[in-house]
């Protein structure tokens, strides 16, 4: 067994290969340290209370146990990490009854948005943040995690291509849209 | 220009107790995994190798 010392100068790709090698439970607990704030925080933002990001982050990490093997590491961790939560974020809310009722106008606003000019990166910005959380709390969960996964932790193209398993140009128009609906909601509201 | 996807960023504390259920739940999984582990793929192997082993001096012992 290795020293907390050295435990703790791992990086986060030579840990991960511990725990699969090794599958040591007190690595994960490193691992679970370094990590479950930051998957805790952005749990909260796909939750509808704090008890409800409590159970999604452990329903993640218990999830990751068991699936660490399959990082393969063609990504950084974090970035892998991050898009393993996004995606099971939005299983959670997708499987979640009251997502009938906002596709109807999501529906509405895709064709609006169908019209418009691309949405640049500078009007973006120009969003208020509290607004901006308004909208993202209802639009598509697919549509907010591609747009934080670019705007919050700048994700690349590629990252974000290589986490949905899309091509390049399938998530550029992704982005592009889900800007678009963006700016739509925000109008309204 | 501030991006306003870094201001909404949820800064709250996990609560402590959260650490203490996941790390018992992930043992748990850890001793399911090794349970069947063993029944499933080291019992059987060792078996295998001592039946294996027997065969081997009957034979040797018939000639």
Redesign the interface.
């Known amino acids: 067994m290795k020293s907390s010392v050295k435990i703790n100068q791992l990086s986060d790709e030579e840990l991960v290969s511990e725990i699969v090698k090794t599958n040591d439970s007190a690595l994960f607990a490193v691992l679970y340290d370094r990590y479950a704030p930051i998957v805790f925080n952005k749990c909260l933002g796909f939750a509808k209370h704090k008890a409800e990001a409590e159970d999604l982050t452990h329903d993640i990490f218990i999830k990751l146990y068991v699936k660490i093997r399959s990082f393969k590491g063609t990504a950084k961790f974090s970035t892998w990490l991050y898009s393993f939560t996004y995606n099971f974020c939005v299983n959670y809310v997708q499987r979640d009854a009251y997502k009938n009722k906002e596709q109807v106008n999501e529906e509405a606003v895709e064709k609006r948005a169908a019209v418009t000019d691309e949405v640049s990166d500078e009007d973006f910005f120009q969003l208020k943040a509290e607004r901006l959380q308004k909208v993202l709390s209802i639009i598509d969960p697919k549509d907010k995690m591609v747009l934080l996964m670019k705007y919050q932790d700048d994700f690349s193209i590629k990252d974000i291509s290589q986490s949905l398993e899309l091509g390049e140009s399938a998530v550029k128009m992704r982005i592009k849209r889900a800007k678009e609906k963006v700016m739509e909601l925000y109008k309204t509201i | ?15 402590e107790t ?2 203490d ?3 018992n ?3 748990f ?2 001793l399911s ?1 090794d349970v069947a582990d063993l029944f499933a793929v080291k019992y059987p192997t060792v078996a295998g190798e001592l039946f294996t082993m027997t065969e081997k001096k009957s034979k040797k012992n018939k000639k």
Do not use: G, T, Y
């Open positions: 220009m501030e991006n306003p996807f870094k201001k909404i960023l949820n800064q709250e504390a996990l609560p959260l650490k259920k996941i790390m739940d992930i043992s999984i850890k995994i």
